[in-house]
């Protein structure tokens, strides 16, 4: 089933006087419990093609339809209830919120949903249990290392069952040991649950966890390739 | 709900400093509104009061032709036999605590080189009505009904001619059919209602020696009636209604007290809004400041599915948290200086000022009354929300992609 399907999207930034031109036509189609990585060297328009396929931002021109919905037609409300129902994003830094626990941080998405409380626990408890922080589940972000952070940030990905999760160079901001862990987290959820990944990256240790690569230059994509094919 | 103020209470507890100035912007701005409001309150009673005991009581009984500002001491236009008539209604109306008369006369008081125009007031020393005065005696004696050469004088006027007691003054009057009529009197005592204006221009006289000098003989300009309950004012004037005569109640006599409550009620509405405004924008500039710090958080929530205005109600709560800590700080700080003023009273000599027409003590006490206190706790409320609604819009049309990124 395709879960994405992106279509002749240009997106245009005007800094200034300067207009560049992030992405330049670019077409993409995701299929479901894909794991795909988006690579290519910085400025060639990956971060700024998963946010549109994230619903954060819009394309200038071209279509985006996101699990049978074209999303360009919709409003700010709109996107904004897409996110949280079929969205899932984990960011470059640890985006967690600093005054909530590992526990509130995972709930959130589930609380913006008006679920139950005992559904969202046992939800909660399924999801840190998973990326190994359930002992942690009552620990603020700054009592956690930026691995465990980012392990909670991918456990809130996740907790609603998005169709797709986002994830903007989730190991940019980890060691070696710390990044391995959480691809293989990332990867082990991917192939259990089924749930899509679409990840950018220019991190070499990670692209290997890929099934599907997808090189983006100057705003366009040069090669759609199987990973093994790489 | 519940989330939204755990929220709230963990984003104002990462920066207690700050929220708590904030707080105290609001309470030390609504304390001092309560505090100005009971300032104002307490001068416009305590005026009230002050000029109903000293100058009007709460009916005066006048001749049909008496004006009170040319302060006529012609026969017709004075009242005959004034005891006999304020000894009538006192016993006809049991609402009546006391009716006595009073013969009012302008003059001149020379001591030496110096003068000052007075208002001689002749009272009859044993009424109640006027017991005020005795009280306030600082110095010597309070006058007695035979007396002949004897004068009260009040001590702003003994200050400015040097007199003490027993010292002798020239008294020149108006009188009755037209000419003047001079006599030395000797100060029996000084008396005070700490009321400068009033007490620096007002000598008495007992009333015989009053209706004697100006040749009124037996009248006097008017009856002083003093009531248990100023509101039956006008209940006893409708009762009272006579051809012979015109009767006036305090209400008639002190709308200029009403006319300058109003004009100062419309000053302090400026007071209140610039002081609102100071607090607001302390508030405001928290929360922007509180917005900045947190865009990239803002990002967050946006991306996960928070709509925009979850993330208003968010910050608006916040401002309302901070509201409430500062309105109760407010109402507590302001409720215990007015409480405070309102017992030791604090010195406030508008008299000096050049303030005529309207007895105001040397002395303000404050009153608290619940009113202004909810009136003024409920404004500083809304204000504050309202400043605080520009940063919490802010917040929740934050793009979440420019949010994201800090920008």
Redesign the interface.
């Known amino acids: 089933m395709e879960v994405a399907n992106i279509s002749n999207v240009t997106r245009n930034f005007t800094i200034g006087k300067v207009e560049t031109r992030a992405l330049r036509g670019v077409n993409l189609k995701v299929q479901s419990g894909e794991f795909t990585a988006l690579v290519g060297p910085s400025g060639s328009g990956k971060t700024t093609l998963l946010q549109i396929i994230g619903c954060l931002d819009q394309p200038s021109s071209g279509s985006v339809v996101i699990n049978g919905q074209d999303v360009t037609k919709l409003n700010r409300n709109q996107r904004a209830d897409l996110r949280k129902g079929s969205l899932g994003f984990v960011f470059q830094f640890f985006a967690l919120i600093p005054t909530l626990n590992a526990y509130e941080n995972v709930e959130m998405p589930l609380l913006l949903g008006g679920q139950k409380n005992g559904t969202r626990k046992q939800r909660v408890m399924e999801l840190l249990d998973a990326v190994g922080l359930a002992d942690r589940a009552n620990h603020r972000p700054d009592q956690l290392s930026g691995g465990e952070q980012q392990r909670v940030a991918v456990a809130r990905a996740l907790v609603t069952r998005p169709v797709i999760v986002l994830a903007d160079e989730p190991t940019a901001n980890l060691d070696t040991e710390n990044g391995k862990q959480v691809m293989e987290i990332i990867a082990k959820l991917n192939r259990e649950t089924g749930v899509t990944f679409v990840f950018a990256t220019h991190d070499p240790r990670v692209i290997h966890y890929a099934r599907r690569i997808v090189t983006l230059r100057d705003g366009v994509i040069e090669k759609d390739s199987p990973a093994d094919a790489q | 709900m519940y989330?939204l103020f755990k929220?709230a209470f963990?984003?104002l507890?990462?920066n207690k400093r700050r929220t708590l100035l904030s707080a105290l912007a609001v309470t030390v701005g609504l304390g001092m509104l309560i505090m100005m409001s009971g300032v104002l309150v307490g001068e416009m009673q305590g005026a009230l009061k002050n000029t109903i005991q000293l100058f009007s009581g709460h009916l005066q009984i006048r001749g049909l032709n008496y004006d009170e500002n040319k302060i006529s001491l012609k026969w017709e236009d004075l009242i005959e036999s004034p005891q006999a008539l304020a000894d009538t209604v006192k016993g006809q109306y049991p609402q009546i605590v006391d009716a006595t008369p009073r013969l009012v006369a302008s003059g001149i008081v020379t001591r030496g080189e110096n003068s000052r125009g007075v208002q001689v007031i002749g009272i009859d020393p044993d009424a109640q009505a006027n017991q005020v005065y005795r009280q306030g005696v600082i110095e010597g004696d309070f006058l007695a009904a035979a007396d002949r050469e004897g004068i009260l004088i009040g001590q702003p006027l003994a200050e400015k001619l040097s007199l003490a007691v027993g010292d002798q003054i020239n008294l020149l009057v108006n009188t009755s059919n037209g000419d003047v009529q001079e006599q030395l009197f000797t100060i029996r005592g000084i008396y005070t209602t700490n009321t400068f204006g009033y007490d620096e221009s007002t000598v008495f006289l007992p009333i015989a020696k009053a209706q004697t000098i100006t040749g009124a003989e037996d009248r006097a300009s008017l009856i002083f009636i003093v009531l248990k309950d100023k509101e039956q004012a006008e209940t006893v004037a409708a009762a009272l209604q006579s051809p012979d005569y015109t009767v006036v109640t305090w209400r008639d006599m002190n709308a200029m007290i009403v006319q300058v409550e109003d004009f100062a009620g419309a000053y302090m509405t400026i007071f209140y809004l610039i002081v609102l405004g100071i607090t607001a924008t302390v508030v405001s500039n928290t929360l922007v400041m509180s917005v900045f710090e947190r865009t990239?958080?803002i990002g967050?929530?946006?991306?996960?599915?928070?709509?925009?205005r979850?993330i208003l109600a968010q910050f608006l709560l916040e401002a309302a948290l901070i509201a409430t800590l500062g309105v109760i700080g407010g109402i507590i700080f302001g409720g215990a200086i007015t409480y405070y003023f309102g017992v030791t009273g604090f010195p406030m000599d508008i008299s000096k000022m050049g303030l005529t027409g309207i007895l105001i003590e040397n002395r303000i006490y404050t009153v608290l009354t619940l009113d202004n206190v909810i009136y003024l706790s409920v404004l500083t409320y809304i204000v504050t929300l309202v400043a605080s609604f520009a940063p919490a819009r802010m917040a929740s049309r934050m793009?979440?992609?420019e949010a994201?990124h800090g920008k």
């Open positions: 989330q929220m963990r984003d507890g990462r990239r958080e967050i929530l946006a991306a996960i599915g928070m709509k925009g979850r793009e979440p992609v994201l």
